[in-house]
């Protein structure tokens, strides 16, 4: 689109032209960044270290891992199973470059059967720490968790 020929039109018509032109404007710039932003390509998955006993779900569950997303948070993958289940153990430790600034509580995950629940934590050190579980445990997806930078 060349735009309206603002020059050629009458008072308050070269004003909505020249809003027009600035918006076609904007929208091909929004194009091309969105191209741009498109191109970018994402980390790769990194395997998220369990520890306390936790393991892979295993199966065709995703393994657990993370990465950081374009826009900057750190998303966490996969399927686990439990091991200690106890308030305060440490199930997987993020690497420096991946942990939230602070501590980020509230996460809470369904544990394979519909009265089953685990909170966690993510500590500022990376610490995936567990702060109350409910009913019994069998399987842990850890994909809701997704980590604000």
């Known amino acids: 689109m060349t735009g309206l020929p603002a020059d050629r039109l009458p008072g308050d018509t070269r004003t909505l032209a020249a809003r027009v032109n600035g918006l076609d404007r904007d929208l091909r710039e929004l194009r091309a960044a969105r191209r741009i932003s498109a191109a970018v390509e994402l980390e790769p998955w990194q395997d998220l270290i369990l520890q306390a006993g936790w393991a892979p779900a295993g199966g065709t569950a995703a393994l657990p891992a993370y990465r950081r997303q ?40 369904w544990g394979g059967t519909t009265t089953a629940t685990l ?21 842990i997806s850890l994909t809701p968790v997704r980590l604000p930078q």
């Open 119 to 139: 909170d966690l934590m993510v500590t500022a050190s990376g610490a995936l720490t567990i702060t109350g579980t409910t009913g019994t445990i069998t399987r």
């Open 70 to 109: 374009v826009d900057g948070a750190v998303q966490l993958l996969g399927s686990i199973i439990p091991g200690t289940l106890t308030t305060g153990t440490v199930i997987a430790q993020l690497d420096a470059e991946h942990r939230p600034p602070l501590d980020i509580e509230g996460f809470r995950l």
